[in-house]
């Protein structure tokens, strides 16, 4: 449980969609920075779970949950789920009312935010898309950095309620620009990840202590999130944790896709996306990103 504190702000009546790993405890900062919150889960027990955890109410569908929300969030899988919990009948879109805004943390296509933009404008309705950086632990302590992309009156207006669960909040441009910035995210921790797993297995090759060089480099132009966080766990074989192999394929493949439309050149990322597949195919699915060195050490991944 994180023990952030909360700035003073006005409640909002928020809605939010999926209660995964990192939705669960960003639901949970909105309740606890004084917002009344409706949730939907797909799995009636988890949200059953999450209301007797943190107060607030549950709903059956996304329009009953959106229903009345100055705000709804989105946490889901990938572009067909976004679709499928905004979209049709059932769908938030459904049960806004006009001027509301939607704001979607799923780490979605560039493509799905500008569709479903457009579509929130015909509706009277407006679209952030949101996707977030900091993993499990910045969701549980509520220090997400958000990637917003979207306009100016719809990124104002729903600021203050992202601000339960993130550090820093910023609109890079209009829709799309969030999902953009984050594929630029997750290209560059990527090609960090396998430098810091080659730093590491030439270091012990080479029969250096690495907690003390990690130690000694990690004062330096090495020094990253990823070094301080990961280069100790990542000495340990300690992958069981953090954010997963699969996830970071789905990410990749959402870049080299927006690659692949733009012209841009990504041969160490469409490489390292490559390294993944292996670990996915040796069991290291839900094993941590920077499970990466067991390549390079001839580790089995089960």
Known sequence: MSNRTYEPTEPRSVAFIGLGVMGYPMAGHLVRAGHRVTIYNRNPEKAARWVAEYGGASAPTPRLAADGADTVCACVGNDDDLRSVVLGDAGAYAGMRAGAVFVDHTTASAAVARE????????GLHFVD??????????????LTVMCGGDEAAFAAAEPVMTAYAKAVTLLGPSGAGQLTKMVNQIAIAGLLQGLSEAIAFGERAGLDMRTVLGVIGKGAAQSWQMDNRGPTMLERRFDFGFAVDWMRKDLGLVLDEARRNGAQLPVTALVDQFYAELQADGGNRADTSSLIRRLKGDSTR
């Not at 479903?116 to 509706?123: E, P, V």
């Not at 949101?130 to 220090?143: D, I, L, Y």
């Open 130 to 143: 949101a996707p977030v950086s900091g993993g499990n632990v910045g969701a549980t302590n509520g220090t």
């Open 116 to 123: 479903l933009s457009a579509l929130a404008t015909d509706r």
